[in-house]
């Protein structure tokens, strides 16, 4: 007796295989079904095109890996199986959605290093690159910064990344002198939840420069020395020029004039002469910000020689 002959539909397909990759990663999608009656073939599609056709069978499975590395190319992607043996109209399918995971850029931190303390200052740190958006944060030392950190964040869809840029905006003390501003960028999806990326920047913080005279009156009398007091009572003055009636007091012209630098602030007058007297300021600078004080009066009196009267009797 002759043996009947059968055909049977082959399964639906069934698909294995990360659905987020990482760029860069060598990625195998796994389409297996259950063989039908005759056997079925299994391919790979993409757009509608076609891109793997081979597929083994065996044990009654028929099995297509596709292999490919991630690449930008794939993001977003949707992949298509399709199995057919002739026996249905229309093959039998399942899809597959794909998100390439992207590491950001090492990000990127500007700003001044030195700084006078209390004076408003602004860092940005930027990092590109990402996908899915990385998160962004600044601190200085251990101390993370909340409100004054503005953090923006944008897609760009030709890339299909994230950048995201804070800006700190921020006034340090000389608590923060040597201190360091560092910007860390997480992004667990790609280099997992306990390894930022840090970039860092020194800080110098100065005070503020200031300067003081104690005594604003002189009196002396000619021939006497003085020594006009300026006193750098914060920061570190690079230079001390002095002020006679508003005009520059050049030193190297005067051999009776000494100090006014900014290793010795104080004006020194040796012989003092009734031409000395006029108003004087001093000024120093520390290549960023100059200060002066106030007007120092000189007001030389000129020497009045004794004349001893010898009186004789008269007999």
């Not at 399709?82 to 931190?109: A, C, D, M």
Request: charge should be neutral; charged fraction near 15%.
């Amino acid at each position: 007796m002759k043996k009947s002959s059968f055909i049977v539909p082959p399964g639906v397909p069934m698909i294995s295989g990360p659905q987020v990759i990482i760029m860069g990663d060598k990625v195998t999608l796994t389409c297996s079904v259950n063989s039908g009656k005759p056997d079925p073939s299994v391919r790979w599609l993409r757009d509608n095109t076609v891109i793997d056709e081979t597929y083994s069978i065996v044990g009654g499975i028929t099995t297509n890996n596709y292999t490919f590395t991630a690449s930008a190319n794939e993001q977003f992607a949707v992949f298509e199986c399709q199995s057919e043996n002739g026996l249905l109209q229309n093959p039998l399918s399942r899809t597959i959605f794909v998100e390439v995971y992207k590491t950001p850029r090492s990000p990127v931190l500007t700003g001044p290093t030195e700084i006078i303390s209390g004076t408003p200052t602004s860092w940005t740190c930027t990092s590109d690159g990402g996908y899915p958006v990385q998160k962004l944060s600044m601190r200085v030392g251990n101390s993370a910064f909340s409100t004054e950190l503005d953090t923006k964040t944008a897609f760009d869809r030709n890339t299909q990344t994230y950048t995201v840029t804070g800006t700190l905006s921020w006034a340090p003390t000389t608590a923060n002198n040597g201190q360091t501003l560092y910007c860390d960028v997480t992004h667990p999806e790609t280099i997992g939840p306990n390894n930022p990326q840090t970039v860092s920047l020194p800080l110098t913080v100065k005070s503020p420069l200031d300067v003081d005279a104690p005594q604003t009156q002189f009196n002396p009398t000619t021939g006497e020395t003085i020594s006009l007091t300026c006193i750098i009572t914060s920061g570190t003055a690079t230079q001390v020029r002095w002020y006679k009636n508003n005009k520059l007091v050049i030193m190297a012209a005067n051999l009776r004039l000494s100090g006014g630098n900014a290793n010795t602030p104080s004006l020194t007058i040796t012989q003092v002469q009734l031409t000395d007297a006029g108003s004087y300021i001093c000024e120093a600078t520390d290549g960023s910000a100059t200060r002066n004080t106030t007007t120092i009066t000189v007001s030389p009196k000129g020497r009045i020689n004794s004349i001893l009267f010898y009186v004789h009797d008269m007999v």
